[in-house]
């Protein structure tokens, strides 16, 4: 039994609600821990990219992954541990700067976000980092009265230099016949 | 020049195109284009059920027996939400059903209108895919991707929902117009390397105590003879799971029987010895492998599957090989030497235990269900429901003809048999079809009677009548303290709802009853009904109990409680 741990699934989606429903739909069933889910875009034109952070063991993680490839309109999926992909989530985060200005935005630029608007008693910030610095940051802004946040849900790519170039692109049979020819050794005891 | 076609009439064209000449289906509202359109092609054959959930069952039989796609038809709302049963048993079985529904007009969906619901929404996570047509110039290539998602790779069922007004559009429609389908990949072959297959072969060369354990795949497949060459090649006994009966002839010296919860002793005992299982087809269901910790604990595991997200889902496997099962097992079978399991099989013999059944009454399930082999020949085909019954019927009929027991595996439908055998018989009209039920699955679909009478489908129906839910009363008794909760279950008088119904009835309520009543419901040119009053509080034997191993079975009777 491997234990939990952060895993990024990387999901191409043709664009299509009903495939982002489906996908959903199978993460869903399988109750594990969702951290984060986004969607946007990717590179293919036409192809949307998922993010999904999930704690859970490999096996299971793994499961999802192959459950995911077998939907209707999902072009790709892949896991990759969490250290080996960078990370990133943007947040918006309105707060109250009423006689505190300096000490607002100080705290912000500690966490080098910008003051994209402001008004007389208000600042809206704008802050772009992996997931706990973006949550910290707005620990941080509570005392002085935090109005509003949007986060944006953790992206994903695979760090340079390491060999997985996002979701697997190539056909499932490809994928799985290379995947068992190395289960072979698995357990060769 | 093209013509002018509605929705409805191309998507009769389409069903044509597709090779349908037959469906199951319920008129309604939000369909009525389609059924307006329908009498302009004879050739489609629509057989009025009396319930949606009767209509997909149907299907799903007609699909099994066939082979080919089947296809149910339901109205908006109600209709729709009835496949649903009937779309499920199809989606855990793999069975290429594909259901039409109606919608209400584009204009209405999102305001709870009459007869709306979001059936896309709803079976999503019962079908391989579902699909809505939002405009009619969608219908023919998302119909064509339809069929083909249900056929290929893995069969499954699709819905495609069509709301009325796209039925009604009009659309210039020229024939031969149709673009290749494309799936993206997802079901192209699966080219498994021959190393792969190298190492299988050596495992099963080294192996003192393999198993071949063979499921619906091999049915699916169509893998019976690449599965027999193997067998025979490398004299390795076969297992045949619940929905792998009957793709192994079970005369043959190297059948075993059925594993799991109801297995015989000794299948389950020589899952338990064997050194390497050589799985083709299944998914090791639970119901197959009871608690997976101690599930064949000294075997390897060589999987031989379709759906490359079933290997290592419920068993660790050693060697997975993903394709399809006909093509991988005769490649395999090329491979491997010839060789001999003398020593083994002489221990597998040593498992064996005399078949312990509860059975009080002179009327045993055996004896009914070898009357109406003995009767029905070779070539019947027995479609049966989900309960004890089941259980007898997989274990107790002798199976040589391929693919000739059909039953709800995954999913265990009560009322799947009756609409299930409705379908069965289309597929083949003529052949002898038995509908085996108990009292409980027979009433929720009995309605189907009718169904068979307006359109004259001579299915034999056979009700196994305790006079309880037998399965659920089984398990009370055993693991419930005999607390009989909502299970005693009354019946109607059958021979005279066969009355009713204008069709043949008999009652059996003797072993001496059985031949004469199944021979004469056998000759009788339309349906015919007979009842089997069985001893009531019968056991399935031997029984694995939930969460147990397959080293743990009880074998007979629990001693009786203690009275207070």
Known sequence: ?189 | MPESLTGAQLLCRLLREQGVDLMFGYPGGAIMPFYHALPEFPELRHVLMRHEQAAAHAADGYARASGRPGVCVATSGPGATNLVTGLATAQMDSSPVVAITGQVPRAMIGRDAFQETDIIGITLPITKHSVAINDVTELAPKLRDAFAIATTGRPGPVLIDIPKDVQNQKIDWSEGASPAVSLNGKHGPTPTGVAALQEAARLIAEAERPLLMVGHGVILARAYDAVLALAEKTDIPVITTLLGISAFPESHRLHLGMPGMHGEVHVNRAIQHADLIIGIGLRFDDRVTGNTAGFAPRARIIHIELDPSEIGKNVPVALGLVGDARDLTSRLSALVASRRCDAWHQEILGFTRARSESYRGELSPEGILSGIRDVSGPDCTVVSDVGQHQMWVAKLYPYNTRNSHITSGGLGTMGFAVPAAIGVHFARPDRPVWAISGDGGFQMNMQEIATMVQEKIPVKMAIFNNGYLGMVRQWQQFFHGRRYSATPIWSPDYVRLAEAYGIAGYRVEHARQIEEAVARALRDPGPALVEFVIEQEANVFPMIPPGATLSDPIESEPAPLASP
């Open chain 1, 1 to 189: 039994m491997t234990s939990s741990a952060a895993y990024s699934i990387c999901v191409g989606l043709e664009d299509e609600f009903l495939a982002f429903n489906r996908l959903v739909g199978v993460v869903r069933r399988r109750n594990l821990a969702i951290e984060s889910l986004s969607i946007g875009s990717g590179q293919e034109a036409g192809v949307a990219r998922v993010t999904i952070v999930v704690r859970a063991d490999e096996g299971a993680v793994d499961r999802l992954v192959r459950q995911l490839r077998k939907v209707i309109g999902v072009r790709g999926a892949a896991a990759e541990p969490e250290a080996s992909v960078a990370c990133r989530e943007l947040a918006l985060i309105r707060v109250r700067t009423t006689g505190r200005y300096a000490e607002v935005l100080d705290t912000a630029g500690r966490f080098g976000a910008t003051v994209l608007e402001e008004s007389r008693d208000e600042a809206l910030l704008e802050v772009t980092g992996p997931g706990p610095m973006v949550l910290s940051l707005i620990r941080a802004l509570e005392p002085f009265g935090v109005i509003d946040v949007a986060r944006s849900g953790i992206v994903a790519v695979s760090r340079p230099g390491t060999t997985s170039a996002g979701f697997e692109t190539r056909s499932i049979s490809d994928v799985e016949s290379e995947r068992y020819q190395s289960v072979l050794t698995l357990r060769d005891d």
